[in-house]
């Protein structure tokens, strides 16, 4: 997959997630830093399976593929989201921290 359509999923991503949680996310960096990218999909999908909203789910998954040599987000089932949750706040705190840190 090339870097426009990856940029295109993640506008995608973008506008569900703002408009379905009220997250607001960097849609060019979301493409181009697979951590990033890849906590933001597992995001997605924790919200998308805990709300059962399988268009959230659709795109956090389309997205995720899209990543450059990313492992696939953890499979979260119903019962088990909270936890997926809690084990990808970590590296999503230090995607974060990068980010904010690379703005100054």
Do not use: C
């Amino acid at each position: 997959m090339n870097d426009s359509e990856r940029l295109a999923i993640a506008a995608h991503l973008h506008v569900a997630l703002r408009r379905k949680t009220g997250r607001v996310t960097d849609t060019e960096w979301m493409a181009s830093d697979t951590a990033y990218g890849q906590a933001m999909a597992q995001f997605a999908l924790n919200h998308a399976r805990s709300h059962q909203d399988a268009e959230l789910e659709r795109l956090a998954l389309r997205f995720a593929a899209s990543l450059p040599g990313a492992p696939a987000p953890a499979a979260a089932t119903m019962g088990t989201a909270g936890a997926a949750a809690d084990a990808a706040e970590p590296g999503l705190v230090a995607s974060a921290k990068r980010y904010v840190g690379g703005l100054r």
